[in-house]
């Protein structure tokens, strides 16, 4: 982009033209704003693909400008869809057939507001969240969310694995346990050698795994009738099991490690861009929020279009044969083969598989940027190992615990139970720490959420209250 084009910039002033080009023997102009092309030598200029009209373009240029756009909001998005995740969604099919369809369509612009509002936060202040919350809550207040959200994220690694090692055993035929050792192995080596940028795109790519579960609901459904009906009309949840089932969806949907996740990618984001100082990384553009509104779309419909057909699946196979309770994913798998064929039960694992190795980096990599964030680590994905060891070891110690928890053989329901109550927990406190964070003219510097999401917001955090004070009344 050149110079002195008229693009706005988000700074303490508000809105503002880009300054002009200097000239001749003009003293050469500061480095640029966020949003700009960087003149100064050494920097990387931040990335400008974009979508465009399209003319003179081939289909997969168009493609590819559209898929450059997406990054961190895909990424959290899929990430959602951890192996726990998918098994939440798929016994929630099985006990209650297609009744909580309608919750897809609820979650998604839940879920849009909330990962946007992180995502700004990131953008606007050039920091994770977790420096942005330490401006509203005390240290040790934050310190206690930080090693909850620790805690839950450990618990749901070991689930994660679990399912990850039981579809690699099934497909294969080895004992799990190596495939619990290789996996976590693998996915911690990754964190620690790679740089963002290569994590990034690899995670990218993990996200079609996703599809699996679409192509085999659309192997084993054989009316499409009640399932629109059921989409579209909410019906209340009746009995204890359904309301614990609704919980539950809602814990994973809405969980506290997609909110640090999603602010540290913009800053990560814009370390790639070459923009390694805050003060550089400040401030965005009109065309950059609307980018990333773009992309938290895109990632968090993925997320419960998702979810949508792992309920389906299960309601249309498990549901209408009487397998109402399934324990886990393995047992959830095993249970597709006579009903859907040997095709749909492959789909699922591999599925599993994938969102697996997509899921734990984001879990173990989202505790670490909290807790340094809280204590003033060194950190980021960008850094080697020695230029951020306390980050790192979290990474490393939360995927080793995990792999403990598992190899101790700690039931994955009840640890995807106990994981819930804790994102239950967690969730309400941290979204009001967001609202206040993203409403805070300063902190925001001039350009806080507009009313909608203002409402938005507080009624999400408004229904996670009550979510989480239905997870111990019903």
């Known amino acids: 982009m050149p110079q002195g084009d008229g693009s706005k910039h988000l700074t303490l002033e508000g809105f503002r033209p880009a300054p002009a080009l200097q000239t001749g023997n003009a003293m050469p102009a500061p480095p640029r704003r966020r949003g700009s092309v960087r003149e100064d030598p050494g920097r990387a200029p931040r990335r400008t693909s974009r979508p465009g009209n399209g003319r003179g373009r081939t289909l997969g240029a168009r493609l590819s400008a559209w898929f450059g756009i997406?990054?961190?909001?895909?990424?959290?998005g899929a990430a959602d869809d951890d192996p726990s995740g998918i098994a939440t969604y798929s016994i929630a099919g099985a006990s209650l057939g297609t009744?909580?369809?309608?919750?897809?369509?609820?979650?998604?612009?839940?879920m849009a507001v909330v990962q946007m509002t992180c995502a700004r936060v990131g953008m606007v202040t050039g920091e994770g969240l977790g420096t942005a919350l330490k401006k509203k809550l005390s240290r040790p207040a934050l310190a206690v969310a930080a090693a909850a959200l620790f805690l839950a994220n450990t618990i749901n690694i070991a689930a994660d694995l679990a399912g990850m090692a039981d579809a690699a055993s099934l497909l294969v035929g080895l004992p799990r346990f190596l495939f619990v050792v290789l996996f976590a192995g693998a996915i911690t080596w990754a964190t620690v050698r790679l740089r963002y940028a290569q994590i990034s795109r690899g995670l990218k790519w993990l996200a079609v795994a996703l599809f699996a579960y679409v192509a085999v609901a659309l192997r084993v459904?054989?009316?499409?009738?009640?399932?629109?009906?059921?989409?579209?009309l909410p019906s209340l949840p009746r009995g204890s099991e359904a309301w614990s089932t609704l919980v539950a969806i809602l814990g994973t949907t809405i969980s506290p490690y997609l909110f640090f996740w999603q602010a540290s990618l913009e800053v990560e984001e814009e370390k790639t861009a070459g923009h390694t100082r805050v003060e550089e990384r400040r401030g965005t553009t009109r065309r950059d929020l609307a980018r990333r509104w773009l992309d938290v779309g895109v990632g968090t419909f993925f997320s419960n279009f998702v979810m949508f057909f792992v309920i389906v699946t299960t309601a249309f196979t498990l549901h209408r044969h009487g397998i109402t309770h399934p324990t886990s994913s393995l047992e959830i798998a095993r249970a597709l083969e006579p009903l859907a064929g040997r095709f749909a039960e492959l789909l699922y694992a591999v599925g599993l598989i994938g969102v697996g190795l997509l899921a734990i980096p984001t879990l173990s990599g989202s505790a670490a940027y909290a807790f340094a964030e809280t204590f003033g680590w060194r950190q980021g994905l960008d850094r080697r190992f020695r230029g951020?060891?306390?980050?790192y070891l979290v990474v490393i110690g939360s995927t080793v615990l995990g792999v403990a928890a598992d190899l101790a053989k700690i039931s994955a329901v009840s640890a995807m139970y106990w994981s819930a109550v804790i994102n239950g927990l967690l969730a309400p406190v941290l979204l009001a720490g967001i609202y206040a964070v993203a409403t805070d003219r300063k902190i925001m510097r001039n350009a806080p959420i507009s009313t909608v999401l203002r409402v938005v917001l507080a009624a999400t955090c408004a229904l996670m209250v009550v979510a989480a004070v239905g997870m111990f009344v019903f």
């Open 221 to 232: 459904v054989s009316g499409w009738g009640p399932v629109l009906r059921d989409a579209v």
């Open 388 to 391: 951020a060891r306390a980050f």
């Open 99 to 110: 009744r909580l369809l309608w919750s897809a369509g609820l979650t998604w612009p839940l």
């Open 70 to 76: 997406l990054g961190p909001g895909l990424i959290t």
